[in-house]
């Protein structure tokens, strides 16, 4: 393995973790301009800032596994969490609010560390998963002299 594919994972991970960290903190901050939007994507967002509780959920979703993708820490479930976050932000773009370059570096790289993270997904890709058997509860053990 040469040096550039052994880091290529690292490097996917903090691109994808600063951008969704950045924009997570725009929702609440709203440090950047907000981009021109078509009709149909301004009336989506409008409706979805009407609810009240979507944005900061979404942003806070983003800040989060953000933090996480750039602390190296639970990368798979960081990834698991913004999953549909990376979906809407797709479609968003491809059918509402045209402009696809971001989104598309977004869902390569998320797609590219969820390849490299692969085995962390084994368990939830299995077809036929069973429950773990319940195990006995230990047996309790009564202090000398103080019985019931």
Avoid at 25 to 39: R, W
Avoid at 64 to 79: E, F, K, S, T
């Amino acid at each position: 393995m040469t040096a550039l594919t052994h880091h290529l994972p690292t490097v996917a991970r903090v691109l994808l973790g600063s951008i969704f960290f950045v924009f997570g903190l725009n929702g609440f901050l709203g440090f950047l301009p907000q981009p021109p939007l078509s009709d149909a994507g301004g009336a989506f967002l409008g409706a979805l800032a009407a609810t009240g509780y979507m944005f900061p959920l979404i942003k806070g979703t983003e800040v989060i596994a953000g933090l996480l993708l750039l602390g190296n820490r639970y990368v798979a479930l960081a990834l698991t969490l913004l999953a549909p976050v990376i979906v809407n932000i797709v479609a968003f773009h491809g059918l509402l609010s045209p402009g696809l370059g971001l989104p598309l570096v977004v869902l390569s790289l998320a797609l590219y560390l969820a390849w490299s993270y692969r085995d962390a997904y084994r368990g939830v890709l299995n077809a036929h998963a069973r429950p773990a058997p319940l195990r006995a509860a230990a047996p309790s053990r009564k202090l000398a002299g103080a019985e019931a």
